[in-house]
């Protein structure tokens, strides 16, 4: 999606038009996540794109989406890493690949009918269970 590659089964480049990248313009009206679903829902519909969008094709895209994401971290040192949002050219290039992976995820969820956020409350759930507050009183969160 954010490559330059041509048309492709997915959701566009990930900037709106009229919007320079970083734009702000959109934040005083944010979409919620189940608007964003059926957007991206249409926008495939439109496009026919239906068959293309199975579990694998949507997880294989996902999973090349989050490399693309790597990618731009590769060989940055810790220190230039913390600092990529500094960078317009970089933080532009971060956002862009985020909402790709982001776009592929939801896109996942709703062709197998999973409610991403009801799903992450459960995940976190169980990791609370599975990965107790430390018994010495420290709070890794105020340190």
Partial sequence: MGSGRGAEPGTG???EPGLSPGSDQRA???PD???LQRRLAEFAAVRRWQPYHTPKNLAVALSVEASELLEIFQWMTPEQAAAV???ETAAHRVRDEVAD???YLLQFC???GIDVLTALAAKIDR???RFPRPMDG???SSE
């Fill in 13 to 15: 480049s990930g900037r």
């Fill in 28 to 30: 005083a009206e944010r």
């Fill in 33 to 35: 996540l189940a608007a």
């Fill in 85 to 87: 949002m500094d960078d």
């Fill in 101 to 103: 992976v982001m776009a």
């Fill in 110 to 112: 709703e062709v197998l």
């Fill in 127 to 129: 990791n609370e269970l």
């Fill in 138 to 140: 420290a709070d890794a």
